[in-house]
């Protein structure tokens, strides 16, 4: 089993739908880390939590430490929201154990 | 711009042939590392670096060898490349609490 599952592993929406990639471990971390990859492209880290929920724009994330367990939401997803997201906890020394990835295409 | 610079962005090299990845950063970050990302594995941990001087292997450190001697810098080597180190290497820095930083990766084939 590995340390840090996310699902759906493919998520396909219409443009304007509210999206919810989840993520769990099963490890003790210090911090978790939503990161999105466009298609080719380099990695970009959206948020790093360690508590509670934070807001970027149209993005928001949570996190329930009890629960080991984080979403990543978008709200009026556009097609420019295309692409990779993964989530990864921080262990020791500062190294990241990272999920899958879920991959998402918003259509227009 | 400040962050994480990778050189080359490509490269192809033949089996057996040796070269060295750089990975420069200039927001003074202690720790850095390298990653590979393959199809459906995800991204992997080849070596990692908390200080300069220091250099500690990862989850796929076999085939690659690293080198901190500047704190900006961190340089990964494959001193005889094989088909199965094909792969887009990505280097990343960070600082105790704050996010990580990643370049824009390496699309390395071995043939």
């Known amino acids: 089993k590995n340390e840090v599952e996310q699902s759906p592993q493919n998520l396909t929406a219409q443009e304007g739908e509210f999206i919810t990639i989840n993520c769990s471990y099963s490890v003790g971390i210090s911090a978790l880390h939503w990161l999105q990859q466009h298609p080719g492209g380099g990695i970009v880290s959206l948020f790093m939590?360690?508590?509670g929920k934070k807001k970027h724009g149209r993005l928001i994330a949570t996190i329930n430490i009890q629960e080991k367990h984080s979403s990543l939401h978008i709200t009026a997803s556009h097609p420019r929201d295309s692409a990779v997201y993964i989530c990864?906890?921080?262990?020791?020394?500062?190294?990241?154990?990272f999920g899958q990835g879920t991959r998402l295409t918003i259509n227009p | 711009n400040a962050g994480v610079t990778q050189t080359p962005k490509f490269r192809v090299l033949k089996t057996g042939q040796s070269m060295t990845l750089l990975c420069a950063q200039d927001m003074n970050h202690e720790y850095m590392y390298w990653y590979r990302q393959d199809p459906g594995m995800g991204l992997r941990l080849i070596h990692y670096s908390v200080g300069e001087g220091t250099t500690a292997k990862g989850e796929v450190p076999d085939g690659y060898n690293v080198s901190r001697l500047k704190k900006q810098n961190f340089l990964l080597g494959l001193e005889s490349a094989a088909p199965s180190q094909t792969s887009v290497y990505f280097c990343?820095?960070?600082?105790?609490?704050?996010?990580?930083?990643f370049g824009s990766g390496t699309r390395l084939t071995v043939v």
């Open positions: 990343a820095s960070t600082q105790t609490g704050q996010g990580y930083t």
């Open positions: 939590l360690s508590s």
């Open positions: 990864a906890v921080r262990e020791g020394a500062q190294k990241l154990v």
